[in-house]
């Protein structure tokens, strides 16, 4: 019924850039806030960026001034660009939508949905 698929990420160079995608598609009505999570190994996921529906941003401390999240509502589309990547920054990262779409049996129902993940990888 709704579906998130991820886009972008890969292996860099510290210091280097990545953006990542993520589309949702699917019988949905609207999209409030969408966001970006990571988990590196033998870690908790953790949030690294969020918008509102409105546009509002949150951001991880640990990445304050280096990544931008942003979102195109008409293409139910999130993206984070990050720049200035660290080792540190190695993780799956995965999108996150919380949004209301409709069932298969035509009920309205409100959903939050994962992407499947993405590896980025920086290199020191």
């Known amino acids: 019924q709704v579906q998130l698929v991820e886009s972008g990420g890969g292996l860099v160079q510290a210091g280097g850039s990545l953006r990542l995608s993520c589309a949702a598609s699917?019988?949905?009505?609207?999209?409030?806030?969408m966001g970006w999570y990571r988990q590196a190994p033998g870690k908790q996921r953790e949030l690294v960026a969020a918008?509102?529906?409105?546009?509002?941003?949150n951001y991880a401390d640990s990445v304050k001034g280096r990544f931008t999240i942003s979102r195109d509502n008409a293409k139910n589309t999130v993206y984070l660009q990050m720049n200035s990547l660290k080792p540190e920054d190695t993780a799956v990262y995965y999108c996150?939508?919380?949004?209301?779409?409709?069932?298969?049996?035509?009920?309205?129902?409100?959903?939050?949905?994962w992407g499947q993940g993405t590896q980025v990888t920086v290199s020191s």
């Open positions: 699917g019988s949905i009505l609207s999209i409030n806030a």
């Open positions: 918008i509102s529906s409105g546009g509002s941003t």
């Open positions: 996150n939508a919380d949004l209301v779409f409709r069932s298969l049996d035509y009920v309205v129902r409100p959903g939050d949905y």
